[in-house]
């Protein structure tokens, strides 16, 4: 890890790099592909509560992978597109949109801050983004303004992230160690990922930034939607320190302080 103001390739390189996760994160078994398509939920009940009934709406996912969580929203019954900078990505998720039949969801190749051009100025009721996807982006204004701008009136964006305080707690997640308020650029030079397996592609550098609650929250507003809730979780979905204990989700131990491990965003566009 490396503190760094922000390198001139960073795109290039964070691309690269998930072009190289497509085929570790198809056969883990973290996404298992083969439960997605016979039914699993691949949505946590939080954002199912909060998001709401989307049947019959338009759906935007910004950042969207290979598309797991956007074909559940499908299955759920919106009208789904998917975006993605990664086209090997874009890919796997046409394929599997295929394999379950769900033959009206779109998947388009683009940079997320190039998404108002590439989707040609259409406006969805919800525009969705799910988990440890700002931490790519370095630029959080933008971010909301391209947002925003895709959000049809009496639309939605909902936002669902790791919390950033997370981020400032040592490996035992039990210390402080990093400062909240460092915006500048992390640069990890690690072959590994998320899920089971290694990155096998030799793209093994990422860039990352940590944006802060006011941060986001202040760029949503400064781009007219209305904020409906901000909702911190004390639980996340893999257990980053040793000392998280398996309890829907993982938590803190009983007895131990608890700190916000995710949270989730509602803003609204007025009609």
């Given at each position: 890890m490396k503190k760094t103001p922000a390198p001139e390739d960073w795109?290039?390189?964070?691309?690269?790099?998930?072009?190289?996760?497509?085929?570790?994160?198809?056969?883990?078994?973290?996404?298992?592909?083969?439960?997605?398509?016979?039914?699993?939920?691949?949505?946590?009940?939080?954002?199912?509560?909060?998001?709401?009934?989307?049947?019959?709406k338009s759906l935007l996912h910004l950042q969207c992978h290979i598309g797991l969580d956007t074909l559940s929203w499908a299955r759920h019954g919106a009208t789904v597109t998917g975006l993605d900078f990664s086209a090997p990505a874009v890919e796997a998720a046409t394929e599997l949109a295929g394999k379950i039949g769900a033959d009206t969801a779109r998947f388009v190749v683009s940079d997320v801050y190039e998404a108002v051009e590439a989707l040609d100025g259409q406006t969805f009721d919800i525009v969705y983004t799910g988990l440890g996807a700002l931490c790519w982006l370095p630029d959080i204004a933008r971010w909301a303004r391209t947002a925003a701008s895709l959000v049809a009136p009496g639309g939605f964006l909902y936002l669902a992230e790791f919390h950033p305080f997370g981020d400032t707690l040592g490996d035992d997640g039990r210390t402080v160690e990093y400062d909240y308020f460092d915006r500048d650029a992390t640069v990890w030079d690690d072959p590994s990922t998320y899920t089971d397996g290694e990155v096998t592609s030799s793209a093994t550098r990422t860039v990352e930034w940590q944006h802060g609650i006011g941060d986001v929250l202040s760029a949503l507003v400064a781009e007219g939607l209305r904020v409906e809730f901000l909702h911190e979780h004390d639980f996340t979905l893999f257990p980053r320190f040793p000392v998280l204990e398996r309890d829907r989700g993982f938590r803190f131990p009983a007895g131990q302080p608890r700190v916000p491990l995710m949270y989730s965003i509602r803003a609204s566009r007025p009609v």
């Open positions: 795109l290039a390189t964070n691309r690269a790099n998930w072009d190289g996760r497509v085929p570790v994160h198809t056969a883990s078994d973290f996404y298992d592909l083969p439960g997605f398509v016979s039914g699993d939920e691949a949505l946590r009940g939080f954002e199912l509560a909060e998001v709401g009934d989307v049947s019959g």
